[in-house]
């Protein structure tokens, strides 16, 4: 009997249920009735209305309008979620309210200290997702230029000189001059150490962008052209060699650090194996290679210096070989080489085979982990020779040299001297629009990232001692949740 009366009140408790789930629409929660919120610690809490008491955590489940991880909301947009009644105050307990609800079969309220009244869910915020870089695209990096070798030409010495590059450049199409190249004076010391308002002007263009650079050719004498005798030359190279020489340079390098041309590169004693410069070398090889190692040691010294050092002799034997003026690897970071259309009758063929040549020169600097230059270059006694201006740009292009400037004028040149117009259209042809373009990068076939999936919401927890009652998903939903009868009134009932 005991049972089949627990049995009968069951159905009773359960029928109750559904009439406090409708009385709820319209009046508000009934006491002993708990919505429940499905525990999914991703979901932001609601906030409850300012007006209703606060709910514990456990006791209300917010309507599914928060996205699951992994989803994306799209900017601006708002979760839909339906306006609920507001609450009243639900009636205090009595004693007879108790007893009639027990005799009626309907759960009695429980004390407002045990059950507090189920708050309404305030709407969450949802907050649009930052969006995340794409999945397997890999940055693509870039490498410096090596396709185009660096090139330039000599237009004049001075601010003319930095003035006619632009205008070069339009010539050929706007091809990018990368390399500007001017020459001290060399009549006296103060020219050498780089007198006031001859080198602004240069400075300025190398750092108008990072990827230029600055040739300097610098005389290692005073009087340099002015046809000293090898008696003088040779007692010159061994003053230099004993230091009495090295605080002219030290003016120099500390001159181009003020001006932020740091990393220029300096060519010291060009076309030290001919005949014409004080600074020539065959006098005294000896006393020459010493004296080029203290200067460079000098401007080293100079703090903030990054210069490169670039030997450079004529193409061919000439007075003495440039081999016995070689000063050592320590001191040299270029193998350089003026190589001009001569002498009369000569191919270019022979210029590339003949002892010192070109093809000496790329041997002996492969040979010494060097790479080339060709700070002077152009046509001279063989005139307006076409066949050597394709030959000497097609080799430049095959051994890519650090860089290479073609002097530009007469006899010499193609755009500021009108005597080569044959060897100027091809020089022009070939450098057209030339540019030095960044080359991507090889990279690795990318594997996609899986893509995260949605994450469905958690199942509702339903409180202990709390059986949830299925009230349809109408009445759920504007109830904000599920609603489960607490049972532990009765359990000690037998």
């Known amino acids: 009997m005991a049972a089949e009366q627990r049995r009968t009140r069951v159905r009773r408790l359960a029928v109750g249920a559904a009439a406090v789930a409708l009385a709820t629409l319209a009046c508000g929660p009934a006491r002993g009735v708990e919505a429940v919120r499905a525990a999914d610690p991703r979901a932001p809490a609601p906030t409850p209305p300012v007006a209703a008491p606060t709910a514990p ?53 429980a004390e407002p200290s045990a059950v507090p009244p189920a708050a309404v869910p305030a709407a969450p915020v949802l907050t649009p997702p930052v969006p995340a870089p794409p999945v397997g695209v890999a940055a693509v990096p870039t490498v410096p230029p090596v396709q185009v070798p660096a090139f330039g030409a000599f237009l004049a010495s001075d601010s003319r000189g930095v003035a006619r590059m632009p205008q070069l450049s339009r010539w050929l199409g706007g091809a990018e001059l990368r390399v500007g190249h001017t020459y001290l004076p060399g009549e006296h010391w103060s020219d050498i150490e780089g007198a006031p308002g001859f080198l602004e002007a240069w400075a300025r263009w190398r750092n108008e962008k990072p990827d230029r650079m600055l040739v300097l050719n610098v005389p290692l004498q005073e009087r340099n052209e002015a046809g000293v005798s090898d008696d003088e030359v040779r007692r010159l190279l061994r003053q230099g060699a004993a230091g009495e020489f090295d605080h002219h340079f030290r003016a120099l390098a500390e001159r181009l650090v ?24 065959g006098p005294d090889p000896e006393s020459w290679k010493k004296y080029w190692n203290r200067i460079v040691a000098t401007m080293r010294s100079v703090p903030g210096q990054k210069f490169r050092f670039d030997f450079a002799p004529n193409r061919g034997r000439d007075a003495v070989p440039w081999t016995e003026c070689y000063p050592g690897d320590d001191t040299v970071d270029i193998m350089g080489m003026d190589s001009y259309d001569q002498p009369s009758g000569i191919s270019f063929d022979e210029q590339i085979k003949e002892p010192y040549g070109l093809q000496a020169q790329v041997d002996f600097a492969k040979a010494h982990g060097k790479p080339i230059s060709y700070p002077e270059w152009g046509l001279f006694r063989n005139g307006d020779n076409a066949e050597y201006m394709r030959r000497m740009l097609a080799w430049m292009d095959e051994h890519k040299p650090l860089y290479n400037t073609l002097t530009d004028y007469c006899p010499h040149g193609v755009w500021q001297c ?50 949830p009652v299925d009230l349809g998903s109408w009445a759920e939903y504007w109830l904000g949740g599920k609603l489960c009868v607490r049972f532990d009134w009765w359990s000690q009932d037998g």
């Open 57 to 109: 955590a456990a006791a209300v489940q917010t309507p599914a309008t928060t996205a699951p991880a992994g989803a994306t909301v799209p900017a601006g947009a708002q979760a839909a979620v339906p306006a609920v009644p507001a609450v009243p105050a639900a009636p205090a307990a009595t004693a007879a309210g108790v007893a009639q609800a027990t005799a009626q079969g309907v759960p009695p309220a």
């Open 418 to 467: 009108s005597a080569n117009p044959r060897a100027s259209q091809v020089y022009r042809s070939v450098l057209f629009g030339r540019a030095d373009e960044p080359t991507p990068a090889p990279t690795e076939p990318q594997t996609p990232a899986p893509t995260p999936q949605p994450t469905a919401p958690a199942a509702p927890a339903s409180p202990k001692d709390c059986s």
């Open 258 to 281: 003020q001006l932020k041309a740091e990393d220029t590169v300096l060519v010291l004693g060009w076309e030290m194996n001919g005949t014409t410069y004080t600074h020539r070398c």
